[in-house]
């Protein structure tokens, strides 16, 4: 009877010890992902040609601005480009010829060295949203950011397991000066997460001051050899590249940081109407953006981008998931792994105002498109709402949870002797149920994906819980990871060392909110 006891006991006890680690705050990050799977190869090497040879014609016969950048038209004419008052005109195959001290793939490290990303090759790298001046709750609607929110963004996603990347402007905090923010911005991602982040790109002065920042959390020298930051420069299509984003590359690039080359293009606006001719100009940018980057430093690390959208023809209001998107997106990867570059795209796209049944089928066919034309850098991975103009929490960690698909769709299928089950069928036979043999018992912790968000009790169950929809469900989960966030630990002579700076650029200059 004792030992009987003693053995219900540790029973009791192992199970209690289980449920114990069920439920216990587990702060953990995935790895980057690594696709086991193919990409969608949609257009044929004849196509791909053409779409090349045009954007050379492109290139060299329509050219492209820089404007308001005298350093930058003197880079070109040295470089052997034709300049006409801003206008560059890059002979054929000069920008190809540049491009080649591009990397391939390089690491980006994270404060956490676990937590570093490898961009390129065949990796999937996973950021949030990025730039809007609102944000969404259950609770209190739609409403300008602010810095308090900002900063629940990052610790958000410092407790999302399948989210690799802190990101930047995860939002626009509207309550601090422009010319000021982001030092806080960057503050917050340097000191509430050890995941890596992007630096500030609004004016090249702020891009410096991410540099600077950057060298106190890492160390200068580290930095110089050493890529720790990932930051968006933008295109203005067609054909612009403005001042303010080409001196924020300048500043990466000659510090050996990482930049997005990216056009942003919404297609019968800033783009034709057709998907091969948005893929032309869409290579001309990027190639004519990439040279230069390697006019600044070659070697310099830089991921060829591709923003693209549809338009509403009626509204004129952007569109998004749709065929015409994907179809660019899965053109615009394989002509970035021809010319050997990082590729970044897709995302969690929708034009809806709420996160609901039209957020949720565009945003799963923008992020099944992101894995299937092989990204490398996806931003914008969770949280994107009304067209990019909206943060919203609940869609955040929606978004967030179905990024586990996306690792789990990447693995591709294994088959062995062990996942080909002959052990189980010859078990269960004619007539059972696998549930209880020795196969399922031994693989079903891991067999499937399971959702943190969605509901799958029985209706009962889920009427006497509230009747929750996913909105809803999606409230209860981000005040859970805000309850139980874990701030990572970092070297308090380090900690003061950014605050101090923060505090000294600040009071360098007056508040300016424009």
Known sequence: MAEAAARKRSRGGGGAARRAERTSVQVETARYIERNIPNMELLDDAALEMIEEHAEQVLEEVGVNFVQNPAALER???????????????????????????????????????????????????APVYGPPFVRDADGGRRYATIEDFRKFVKLGQMCKWLHHSGGTVCEPTDVPVNKRHLDMLLAHMTLSDKPFMGSVTEPSRAQDSVD??????????????????????????????????GALEIYAQNNQACIVSPFIVGGAMAPVSVAGTLVQVLAETLAGVAYSQLVRPGAPVIMGAFVTSIDMNSGAPTFGTPEASQVTYGAGQLARRLGLPFRSAGSFCGSKLPDAQAAYETANSLNMGLLSGVNFMLHSCGWLEGGLVASFEKFVMDADQ?????????????????????????????????GCAHTQANFKTAFWRSEVFDYKPYETWSEEGARDTVALATVRVQKLLDTYQQPMLDPAINEALNAFVAERKASMPDAFS
């Open 76 to 126: 070109w004419r040295a470089a052997g480009a034709k300049i006409d008052g801003e206008r560059v005109r890059i002979p054929r195959g000069l920008a190809r010829e540049l491009i080649k001290t591009a990397p391939s793939r390089f690491t980006q490290h994270a404060r956490n060295p676990a937590k570093s990303v490898e961009i390129g090759g065949n990796s999937l790298v996973l």
């Open 213 to 246: 920042m950057a060298g106190i959390l890492f160390g200068k020298e580290f930095v110089q050899d050493n890529t720790v930051m990932t930051s968006l420069i933008n295109i203005n299509s067609p054909l612009t590249f403005d001042d303010v984003m080409m």
């Open 403 to 435: 990024l586990g698909t996306l690792h789990k769709m990447a693995q591709g299928v294994t088959v062995n002797e062990d996942t080909l089950a002959m052990d189980a069928i010859r078990e269960v036979g004619p007539g059972g149920h696998y549930l």
